[in-house]
């Protein structure tokens, strides 16, 4: 099938890593497609090789996780249509006889989805009971009115519309044996234990979960949704949900107790240099994808689009930074307010004047942080210069040693990051796709340090389409974890530039926020 265009209508997509034992009979079961997109993870068996037997169109890029991987291969179909199916997965015949019968026919515009029940091998039968099955999952649905999204590594499919059932089923190979099971509650209890809303939760509340979470789960699945029926299949099925249950949590307790103990790592102060900044021209890279949690809700002080570049680049990382430059302000800025920070593992509060007066007129760049009253003498004076040779250099007023990450700064827990933060200057750069944010449409754009580490890999900006400015910012680890977020809680329209009103920033894991609250902003060099 083709459209009026002669563009495929149905796209299938795959991504891998070593799954040469699952992938032919995967890519086999969905030859009916118009176009089989695959996206490998630079897999050491013979997936690309066997995968390439069925479509051209196989891709490697590194992982990002489930949520990410997948919506680089939503990015890189070009069908009307696409069906989303795992390697271990497979399209059974009536359900792929239901797929073509349904869009072969007139689809109303009204319907985004298909939905579709997804039925287990497991111990030699297939699984009809239990939190296994019907397991319905939407995975057909129309590309530019759906979404990758979720929490990793359980990742979902959002759309904007109507979703349809079909009842035939998807057939999934899951695990080879019990202990390739055990295998993947291992590994997936470690994934989801890191998630940031759980780490946020007392430990007296993760205790609690670790009692009655894991015999809700077994009841649930072995008496309330007939587990029984499958016989000892089924039993088995029931206690490693709840085994699993039970060590997320434990894993999740594991981690808050460890990161309480240490010391507490500051958040990082990246937000004033994003809003002044101007940006360095870069070539663009090969797309990737992924996805975090909304940001709290951007509001504007003017609703009218800044100054500049009217056109949004497309597909152009170092001409999309090019027009957020030309949105911010220039030359000098002065900006004062306050720094808040904020303890979620025990209430912590302080409060603190701020300043920072930015001058890129000079050669190299200075920057100059106040943390504190100048009047009462208690004030911290930092001094950052941006040397071509030397990256971001830093320094104190009056000799003192200059700070490094992770110190105090006039007593408080805000700490200064250093040069491998200093992301506005890395290079390369790539588009990284689309996502809406609160409901404002933010193209996805990733940033490289020169020398990435394990605690900052890279980089991801969030860049509001309407607006051209950057409204969130993330930092991720070798990982793909995310370390630090920065976002953007309000901007306002100050000597004809947009600059930021109020900013967020947390250092993940650790429970500390820093928000910073700008009430004056000047440039002294155009005299307003």
């Known amino acids: ?72 291969a939503r990015n890189l179909a070009r069908g009307e249509w696409i069906l989303f199916v795992d390697a271990d997965e497979a399209v059974s015949g009536p359900l792929r006889d239901e797929i073509l019968s349904m869009l072969r026919g007139d689809v109303p515009d009204e319907i985004a989805g298909f939905d579709f029940p997804r039925q287990v091998w497991y111990l030699h039968r297939w699984i009809r009971h ?92 072995y008496f309330m949704r007939k587990g029984f029926l499958d016989g000892i299949a089924g039993l088995v099925i029931a206690v490693t949900i709840a085994f699993g249950t039970f060590i997320k949590y434990a894993k999740v307790w594991e981690l808050k107790m460890g990161r309480m103990s240490a010391a507490p790592a500051a958040a990082a102060l990246l937000a004033v240099f994003v809003s002044a900044l101007p940006f360095p021209s870069a070539a663009a890279e090969p797309a990737d994808a992924d996805a975090i949690a909304p940001p709290p809700v951007l509001e504007t002080e003017d609703p009218h689009p800044a100054p500049g570049t009217a056109a949004l680049p497309e597909g152009d990382a170092a001409a999309l930074l090019a027009a957020c430059a030309d949105r911010m302000p220039r030359d000098r800025v002065r900006m004062s307010g306050y720094v808040n920070m904020r303890r979620r593992y025990g209430v912590s509060l302080k409060e603190t004047k701020f300043a920072v007066d930015a ?70 750069l790539r588009i990284a796709g689309r996502e809406r944010l609160k409901g404002r449409d ?27 400015f ?15 977020t920065l976002w953007v809680r309000g901007v306002r329209k100050s000597g004809g530039r947009w600059v930021f009103r109020d900013l967020e920033v947390e250092t993940h894991g650790t429970g500390h926020r820093t928000r910073l609250h700008f009430d004056d902003v000047s440039f002294p060099d155009s005299g307003s």
């Not at 009056?398 to 827990?413: L, M």
């Not at 490289?448 to 980089?459: L, S």
Request: charged share 30%; with cysteine; glycine share 6%.
């Open 470 to 484: 950057v409204v969130q910012a993330a930092q991720f680890d070798s990982e793909l974890r995310q370390r630090r």
């Open 130 to 221: 239990g939190d296994w099955y019907p397991d319905t999952k939407l995975r057909l649905f129309r590309k530019i009115r759906g979404r990758c999204c979720g929490t990793e590594p359980h990742e979902r499919i959002d759309v904007d519309g109507e979703v349809r059932h079909l009842s035939a089923p998807l057939l999934h190979y899951t695990y080879d044996d019990i202990a390739d099971q055990l295998s993947t509650v291992n590994r997936f209890s470690s994934i989801s234990s890191r998630n940031e809303k759980l780490l946020d939760k007392s430990a007296a509340e993760l205790l609690w979960r670790m009692l009655l979470h894991p015999p809700f789960r077994f009841f649930r699945c």
């Open 442 to 468: 933010c193209i996805l754009l990733d940033v490289a340090p020169p020398d990435p580490t394990d605690d900052c890999a890279f980089v991801r900006l969030w860049v509001d389409a309407e607006m051209v």
């Open 359 to 428: 001058d890129f007129s000079a050669d190299p760049p200075v920057t100059t942080y106040v943390v504190g009253d100048p009047e009462s003498g208690g004030a911290d004076v930092v001094r950052a210069v941006r040397d071509p040779v030397r990256g971001l250099v830093l320094s104190r007023q009056g000799g003192a040693p200059a700070p490094a990450p992770g110190d105090a700064v006039a007593g408080t827990d805000l700490a200064w990051f250093d040069a491998g933060f200093d992301f506005i200057w890395w290079k390369p």
């Open 1 to 72: 099938m083709t459209d009026d265009t002669g563009k495929p209508f149905l796209s299938v997509c795959v991504i891998t890593g070593n799954e040469e034992e699952n992938i032919e009979r995967c890519l086999r079961s969905v030859e009916f497609a118009d176009e089989i997109v695959v996206v490998d993870s630079f897999s050491t068996d013979r997936t690309v090789e066997l995968a390439r037997q069925f479509t051209d169109r196989v891709f490697q890029h590194r992982w990002l996780g489930y949520i990410g991987q997948k919506a680089i």
